[in-house]
């Protein structure tokens, strides 16, 4: 029986990516959706029938409960949930435009919950099936001018977390995809930015912003690559599909470091945390 992948957000970037790849796999059926389904069009050359183009926009409760409904009328189930859609936004942590980050927050974490609230009880009485979280090396790692971003995939990280623990009876896979920087265009079109109005000498954001908007298109991660991985894992390694999913030699040497320096401060700070606890014969 064919699989059924349902990806938000696949006009460009990883979502492009991923599903035309699963477009031309005879044993998938995909739901591919977007805000504007005429950004779809590259997939008609693949369609013999087991392709499904649905807008939607994830901040809209209704459009996921559509999406949901007509890719069950359709197809059965719901086998895999990639939840792709996604934006950034820079700004140093004072100046952030409230509005701006609101929405982010909508799009990058709201809508993910909510997506994922819409399959999980499909796939619980499937009793199998696999989440993915599009995150980042950001929500591992904390960046000047990214604060908020980081913020937005920190909460993603903790949210996969604990649902990986709650779903794992139910053979629910759950899985957090963490890139570094890859030629998506999130960096420039798929990112809003603000210039620091600071005086010359606080200029670290205005810097990062510069660099980011100049090496878009340059760098090292190839989404097409890292599609192939998303897919091979999910069909080849289903049993033992890692939580964490890191995409680019630089995600997973950061996070290393990140959290082998973690791990020798906290070892440095036991007695300090000990102290605060009541005696053990208390």
Known sequence: MAKTWLITGTSTG???????????QSDVNLVATARNTDK???LDQYDHGQILKLKLDVTKPEQIKD???QTVDKFGSI??????????YFSTFEEADEKEVQYMFDVNVWGLVHMT???LPIMRQQQNGAILGVSSIGGLIGQPSLSFYSGTKFAVEGLFEALS?????????V??????????????????????AFPDDYQLANKILTLSSGISGKEPGNPQAAAKVIYDQVTNNYDNLPLHLPFGEMAATMAQKQFSDLADQFAKLTDLAKSTDFPKDK
Do not use: C, M
């Open 14 to 24: 990883f979502g492009h990516e991923l599903a035309e790849l699963l477009a031309q």
């Open 40 to 42: 779809l069009s590259y």
């Open 67 to 69: 999406v949901v409904n």
């Open 79 to 88: 086998d895999v949930l990639d939840n792709n859609a996604g934006l950034g």
């Open 117 to 119: 609230q819409a399959v």
């Open 165 to 173: 623990q709650e779903v794992q009876e139910d053979n629910i896979k």
């Open 175 to 196: 899985s957090l995809l963490e890139p570094s920087s890859f030629r998506t265009d999130w960096a420039g079109r798929s990112s809003k930015k603000k210039k620091s």
